[in-house]
């Protein structure tokens, strides 16, 4: 029996979106309730995002044709993402908070909008997918929601440190590409499906295009996260 088709921009795909968005909105509201409700929430979503990888390499391994070593490493993004994020939501260390939220945001939300399968509902492999997206925009936006997550000051520290981290994993994945023959982080090609990469120069030029982007996207996230300054008390004369 062939394995079901996925098909972007479908009704399967916006009723995979909904059904996302509603899903963070309870994570956040059971979040924000406090408590051992709060306990319960964050212990769960860090087990999801910590353990989906291991999920994935079961759901692939039911797909019907032969499945590539990208999929059996965790070098993808978001499959490092996933691991910050359930350590972030465990220990609340700040660089994985760091690496989560920015990368969460600016990169994993890509993958729900353009997303790089061709694998349809009810086969493992696509809940698998989604799940593991979903968890880490969901766990981004939990760190500061709930959690009160800040970004360090002065605010462009913050946006610059994940930047730098995002070009570690651009030079460890052309490592790997080289090796392995594998198309991490996209920097081998662009993907089959449509994507944001469509639009930007041939490869390697939409590289550059992308870490501009991706520098840009930081600032605009740090906007929101600042830490506030303290007012200053007033004192009775």
Known sequence: MPDPVFTPF??????????GISGIALLLWLGRRGGKCERITRTCLAFVNLGIFG?????????QREVGIDNAVPLHLCDLAAFFAG??????????????YFWGL??????ILTPATDIGFPHPAYFSFFIHHFAVIAAAIYLPVVMKWRIETPFWRSPLKAFGWVNVYVIVAIIANKLLGTNYGFLAGKPDNPSVLDHLPPHPGYIIWLELIALALFFL??????SRPSK???TST
């Open 221 to 226: 996230l740090a906007l929101p996260v600042r």
């Open 10 to 19: 479908s009704a399967q795909h916006g009723a995979t979106v909904v059904a």
């Open 232 to 234: 200053p008390q007033s």
């Open 106 to 111: 600016a990169g994993t939300i890509q993958g």
């Open 87 to 100: 350590f972030a939501l465990i220990t609340g260390h700040r660089t994985c908070a760091l690496l989560t």
């Open 55 to 63: 999920f994935s390499q079961w759901a692939w391994s039911q797909v």
